[in-house]
């Protein structure tokens, strides 16, 4: 959890929107295509500074990635905080397969020209 603390501080403190300070997409600097997690540390700059909708336009897929996370985690310090055991559930296959579908299709939608609106 540090780490992730660490990282939103550092990213909030280091604004990605001035060149120079991270590196470029290699994805969208070799092909011009907006992978998925394109405008993700714009996102993560915006939730560090409390602007839901700036991140939201940036990448929404990665705020809910970061409320997702967030809700894991809060589940899993309120089990250790009652003695329950750590892990619940693993998730099934199926899970990780849906998530890589949703992947794709973001990919493929804010690539395409009607799904402008879901590039960074």
Request: with cysteine; net charge positive; proline share 8%.
């Given at each position: ?6 990282s ?5 403190l280091?604004?990605p929107n001035e060149?120079?300070?991270y590196?470029a997409c ?6 011009g ?5 394109c405008?993700?540390?714009?996102s993560?700059h ?11 336009r940036a990448n929404v897929?990665?705020?809910?990635g970061?409320?997702a996370?967030?809700l894991?985690?809060?589940a899993w310090?309120?089990?250790?905080a ?6 619940g559930?693993r998730?099934?296959a199926?899970h990780w ?17 009607f ?5 960074p």
């Amino acid at each position: 959890m540090a780490a992730v603390v660490a990282s939103f501080a550092f990213v909030g403190l280091v604004d990605p929107n001035e060149p120079g300070h991270y590196p470029a997409c290699p994805l969208l600097a070799l092909t011009g295509i907006y992978c998925p997690a394109c405008g993700g540390l714009r996102s993560a700059h915006a939730v560090a500074h409390g602007d839901l909708a700036t991140a939201a336009r940036a990448n929404v897929l990665a705020v809910a990635g970061y409320a997702a996370f967030a809700l894991f985690w809060a589940a899993w310090t309120v089990r250790a905080a009652r003695g329950l055991p750590m892990a619940g559930p693993r998730p099934a296959a199926v899970h990780w397969w849906t998530l890589a579908g949703l992947l794709l299709v973001f990919t493929a939608v804010r690539n395409l020209p009607f799904g402008q609106a879901l590039t960074p």
